[in-house]
């Protein structure tokens, strides 16, 4: 590693406790997590039901695949919504790292921003001319949304694996195409994909059984509870086998920093692979999903859970890369506390009102005159 | 300083323009739009008009597929495009600012959610519920607004921040206020000038009538943002005037973005008269979008303009536009920046025969492209040039090229002084590395004057605004360097040009 490279600490020092930072990075993180797995994993999934339903709305698939692309249309919104947080809280933490990591490959980073733009009008184009009502069409948008979208998680693994490795920014300087060369760039983008996939493919599972057991649309909500469930099944297969391929093909000084880390690293890495095996007995388990609600219902939180234990685990991958770097020197810490505490006021206000008015809607349903 | 550089053809200033402008016209759309939606749909509510109700509702379609879009998309995107051209600037600012950015997104997280239950439940709930959500749509939007135009005031007038380093001091800068009243006229035409579509869709005997409301608001959004523009311009320094007012500004594009925003909004505003309010009739798609040119035109004219007069700071008397910190000047000059630049250092190490190149790009390149936008080459004087001006065939072609290519630096000479300076035309064409060498003085010259800025900037008082009108070039940030690193630059740009010159004399100099 050139510790030339490396730019210097922001002068400005960090406004707040690096804890602070670290933890409100990796909450906020989780949260865009949740969003970006319907996101990705919904379109995703959304592609392959569409083209085995043979692009057929009254196919079960193919009602899934419109139920999953209706709350896409919301849901990228909220993706990128939730994902300006981490983006802002990383900049706070890691600005030499990331802004570097950035630049190193420039072009990609900036076209993300297209390939977002292309991703999200093509949903909207399959919410609204591309997919009919009944018969077949829209297959084109959805395939749009989905490599657009796959191409940013590409970008984005890419950025997150470079900030994190110093080490290697010289050899990416004079070649980005390397940054696919490095042994876990794949793993861990099948990680996401995996998890985006099993994650969408659980909600809509959850969803599903909800709706058969109200007695709505029972038959359909049946198949579609079934599709689902087996998707989540192998996807959640090949992610335990990906997770451990991952793990053994950390460099070494990695996996030693884990084990050194004590209770605070090796817990939540532990737990992090507990939760994916028990993930995968509980859904082995189950062959009929609406017959077992319960087990769909903790299922899903058991995924929720294991999300973020793996947010914190991929943190404290990052925090034990950077330690070379990042042990070089030590931020000034400059307190905002008044700061700190009226963002806290003002965002729990602003959960409350979003709280208040999700209540007032669903308490004022209307239709005809009386409806807005 | 010390981040790598990304050469970007079009410039890194331009290539923000192009994210930053349409971001600010429809993420003020999507604020004016909120109040003008749901006054509308009040007024739906209050009258039983069902016209007015169907333009609330179109409009929300256009709220949503183009504000929480392409708005989110964009507002990122400033975020992706400054890291990549401007890094140290923008972690200055969210260092400083990390909570106001914090804040600013509680109140988008609302404004996303309602817009996003505001468009879904049409027909669905109660007019109260629908409309309250509208209203909480407007309120955070608006505050997103209020919070956002403290950081962005905060970069051209920091005020007492300067002194005090105060999140709040920087915050309520001298151009918070002004800014925050032109915003609020631009939100308003914005909306109107977008909800002028939806409008045109009504049926016959209505379309009249919702084009002249809007119209209504229209016309107010240009007074406010016009009265708003005269407080901003009030409420900057003097050293920021001489930069694009007066009978000799410092930067004449900087003097006509200025008329030309002032005369959009002129055009704007009477275009809004005549088709929205005495003659709905001419209201079509064509003159729609001529109105809506009109108001992007004001808008962003302004926002070039406040971009503009930063000139060269990107946080005014603490950050130049290329990362140098005022309060590093002296450190860096006798390190040298190669030192302070790890990356531009690192390559220059690889290759010291481009050692010129590397300094450019660490000092200049945030600025100037290479022949693209800011380009350098055209900045720097050629053979070419001199030829042209000592020639002056076709007579008159000589003081063209001297206004164009001469007068920005020699103002102290007039065409005729500098023509009799200069060798005749036939001389030059025989010995032309006579010319080349007296470009090499000169611009070696213009460096140790940019330098020789340096030493002002040190010894100014850091605790309030720096006023740069005295200095050689006030829109430029001064050399930093050793004298070798300034030598090398030099050489570095003679090069520019002299490599092209034989292809530019063969034109005779025109």
């Known amino acids: ?372 | 300083m010390g981040y790598p550089i990304w050469d970007v053809t079009i410039g890194g200033s331009l290539l923000m323009a192009l994210v930053a402008i349409p971001h600010v016209i429809v993420s003020h759309f999507a604020i004016g739009g909120g109040l003008l939606i749901a006054l509308t749909e009040t007024l739906a509510v209050k009258r039983g008009d069902p016209e007015l109700r169907g333009l609330a509702k179109r409009s929300s379609l256009v709220l949503i597929l183009v504000s929480t879009v392409f708005g989110a998309i964009s507002g990122v995107g400033i975020w992706v495009v400054a890291g990549l051209v401007s890094p140290g600037a923008i972690s200055a600012l969210i260092h400083t600012y990390v909570w106001g950015w914090a804040i600013e997104w509680v109140f988008f997280v609302l404004e996303i959610v309602a817009a996003l239950v505001y468009y879904t439940t049409w027909d669905k709930i109660s007019k109260g519920a629908h409309l309250l959500v509208g209203w909480l749509y407007f309120v955070a939007a608006y505050l997103s607004l209020v919070v956002i135009n403290g950081i962005v005031t905060f970069m051209l007038t920091p005020g007492r921040w300067l002194a005090t380093g105060d999140f709040w001091h920087g915050f309520f800068n001298p151009t918070y206020w002004p800014s925050l009243a032109l915003r609020t006229g631009v939100c308003l035409m914005m909306a109107a000038a977008f909800m002028v579509f939806p409008a045109m869709r009504a049926g016959a005997p209505h379309r009249d009538r919702l084009l002249r409301f809007l119209g209504w608001w229209f016309a107010a959004g240009a007074l406010v943002s016009y009265a708003g523009y005269r407080w901003w311009e009030a409420a900057l320094p003097d050293s920021v005037h001489a930069l694009f007012r007066g009978a000799t500004p410092k930067l004449a594009t900087l003097a006509a973005t200025r008329h030309f925003a002032l005369w959009s909004l002129t055009a704007a505003l009477v275009l809004a008269v005549v088709i929205l309010l005495l003659r709905p009739r001419l209201t079509r798609p064509a003159t729609a979008v001529v109105l809506a040119i009109a108001a992007f035109g004001f808008f962003g004219g302004y926002e070039r303009l406040r971009e503009g007069v930063r000139k060269p700071f990107l946080i005014h008397s603490h950050m130049f536009s290329n990362g140098l910190r005022v309060a590093e000047i002296a450190d860096v000059n006798q390190r040298g920046v190669l030192a302070a630049a790890g990356w531009a250092g690192h390559a220059a190490a690889a290759d010291p025969a481009d050692t010129g190149r590397q300094v450019f790009r660490a000092q200049c390149a945030s600025c100037h492209t290479l022949d693209g936008y800011q380009s350098i080459r055209k900045a720097l004087p050629s053979v070419a040039d001199a030829l042209a001006v000592a020639a002056d065939d076709p007579a008159g072609s000589g003081a063209r090229a001297y206004r164009e290519h001469c007068a920005a630096c020699h103002h102290d000479v007039n065409y005729d002084d500098m023509k009799g300076m200069l060798p005749g035309a036939d001389e030059i064409r025989s010995d032309p590395g006579m010319i080349r060498d007296l470009h090499q003085g000169m611009i070696t010259g213009t460096l140790v004057e940019l330098r020789a800025m340096g030493e002002a900037y040190v010894a100014a008082d850091r605790t309030t605004m720096i006023d740069t009108s005295p200095l050689h070039s006030p829109y430029m940030p001064p050399f930093v360097g050793t004298e070798q690193e300034l030598q090398e630059l030099a050489a570095y740009l003679g090069s520019l040009v002299f490599d092209v010159e034989p292809r530019l004399a063969m034109r005779g100099g025109e």
């Open chain 1, 1 to 372: 590693m050139n510790p030339n490279l490396i730019p210097a600490l922001d002068p400005a020092g960090l406004p707040g406790p690096p804890w602070l930072f670290h933890v409100l990075l990796v909450f906020t993180f989780f949260l865009h997590m949740l969003f970006m797995n319907l996101t990705l994993g919904g379109t995703l999934l959304a592609v392959i039901a569409h083209f085995r339903a043979g692009g057929r709305r009254e196919d079960p698939r193919g009602a899934l695949a419109g139920r999953l692309m209706a709350v896409n249309s919301y849901g990228i919104s909220l993706t990128i919504t939730t994902g300006i947080a981490p983006l802002l809280f990383i900049q706070v933490l890691y600005q030499q790292y990331f802004y570097t990591a950035t630049i190193l490959i420039a072009g990609v980073w900036l076209a993300m921003l297209l390939l977002l733009t292309l991703g999200y009008y093509a949903a909207y184009l399959y919410k609204f001319r591309g997919a009919p009502a009944r018969g077949q069409g829209g297959g084109l948008w959805l395939f749009a949304s989905a490599v657009m979208f796959l191409a940013i998680a590409m970008v984005h693994v890419a950025v997150h694996l470079l900030h994190s490795q110093p080490e290697r920014w010289a050899d990416v300087a004079s070649g980005a195409a390397c940054v696919l060369g490095d042994p876990t760039y794949f793993p861990r983008l099948l990680h996401f994909v995996l998890a985006g996939i099993g994650f969408a493919a659980l909600v809509a599972a959850w969803w599903a059984v909800r709706q058969a057991r109200a007695g709505v649309e029972v038959e359909l909500n049946t198949r579609i509870a079934g599709f689902t469930w087996k998707w989540m099944l192998w996807t959640t297969i090949l992610q335990v086998v990906d997770g451990f391929v991952l793990l053994l093909l950390l460099p070494r000084p990695l996996l030693i920093g884990f084990m050194q880390g004590g209770a605070a690293t090796m817990i939540p890495l532990t737990l992090a692979i507990l939760l994916g095996v028990g993930l995968l007995v509980m859904i082995a388990r189950v062959t009929n999903p609406v017959a077992s609600s319960g087990v769909v219902s903790g299922t899903l939180g058991a995924m929720v859970l294991t999300i973020a234990v793996m947010s914190i685990t991929r943190h404290q991958l990052r925090v034990l890369s950077l330690a070379p770097a990042t042990k070089l020197s030590e931020p000034v810490v400059v307190p905002q506390w008044f700061n700190f505490s009226l963002w806290v006021v003002l965002l729990l206000a602003g959960l409350a009102t979003v709280g208040y008015m999700v209540r007032r809607v669903l308490d004022a349903p209307a239709t005809g005159a009386d409806a807005a």
